[in-house]
């Protein structure tokens, strides 16, 4: 998920480089909305892990 975020956030600056300023605003809308579920995401998962008394695997 954090790769689709990347990936929202290189398509807004090169929308708002090439003056497409809605677009990039709805790509960076979209960007952050997906950066934000995969924090959540990666908490939960961790809560999880610490739950189950599993250690965390490098």
């Known amino acids: 998920m954090i ?9 807004a600056l090169v929308a708002a480089l090439l003056g497409f300023g809605g677009i990039a ?4 809308e979209a960007a952050k909305i997906i950066f934000f579920v995969a924090i959540a995401l990666f908490l ?9 008394g599993r250690s965390p695997r490098l």
């Open 25 to 28: 605003g709805t790509a960076v």
């Open 44 to 52: 939960v998962s961790a809560v999880f892990g610490v739950m189950r």
């Open 3 to 11: 790769g689709w975020a990347i990936t929202f956030l290189v398509v």
